[in-house]
T-cell receptor, first 114, second 113 residues
């Protein structure tokens, strides 16, 4: 049983296109995240939702728009893709609450923009 | 401004020996630290954590040490096994309820049989 799943696993697209990455978790968690791992391997948080409410919104171009239809899903839509958007995107989830920082990650989506 | 740093990009050890992975941080507001392990083409998986009120936490072959005055933590793996070969990420958080983690850039550990 996959705890945090992402689709697609690989995404190759051209500059200027719009694409979406989907994330689902079946852990019953109420907080979900999107991370970007760039070419230098840094994992950086982009967004976080708690019970469908945006709680973390890092300095990310507004071409990136997260959407949480329910607390088990957090999708990432990217408009007008650029070469610099090429990276691996990870979704994660956790149970909210003080002193509970363990996050469970999905397998990642490798986005290549040509 | 990289608040969490793993200065060794790679480490190679012999099976059965100790692996020591290091992590430094700059933000004195960080009060909880985690180590994640990542295999190729998979997401990071949680390994072990430590609160700033402790200086050591042990779980089987894995022990994390925290030196707050030096803003330094380390992960010890004893004995190292070939299956431990992976990328290890150190992460830190300043608490609160947002769950925001700041990650280091990772150290690739290779354990040779």
């Amino acid at each position: 049983d996959t705890a945090v799943s992402q689709t697609p696993k690989y995404l190759v697209t051209q500059m200027g296109n719009d694409k979406s990455i989907k994330c689902e978790q079946n852990l019953g968690h109420d907080t979900m995240y999107w991370y970007k791992q760039d070419s230098k391997k840094f994992l950086k948080i982009m967004f976080s939702y708690n019970n469908k409410e945006l709680i973390i919104n890092e300095t990310v171009p507004n071409r990136f728009s997260p959407k949480s239809p329910d607390k088990a899903h957090l999708n990432l839509h990217i408009n007008s893709l650029e070469l610099g958007d090429s990276a691996v995107y990870f979704c994660a989830s956790s149970l909210a609450g003080l002193s509970n920082y363990e996050q469970y990650f999905g397998p990642g989506t490798r986005l290549t923009v040509t | 401004d990289q608040q969490v740093k793993q200065n060794s990009p790679s480490l190679s050890v012999q099976e059965g020996r100790i692996s020591i992975l290091n992590c430094d941080y700059t933000n004195s507001m960080f009060d909880y630290f985690l180590w994640y392990k990542k295999y190729p083409a998979e997401g990071p998986t949680f390994l072990i954590s430590i609160s700033s009120i402790k200086d050591k936490n042990e779980d089987g072959r894995f022990t994390v040490f925290l030196n707050k005055s030096a803003k330094h933590l380390s992960l010890h793996i004893v004995p190292s096994q070939p299956g431990d070969s992976a990328v290890y990420f150190c992460a830190a958080t300043g608490g609160g309820n947002t769950g925001k983690l700041i990650f280091g850039q990772g150290t690739t550990l290779q354990v040779k049989p």
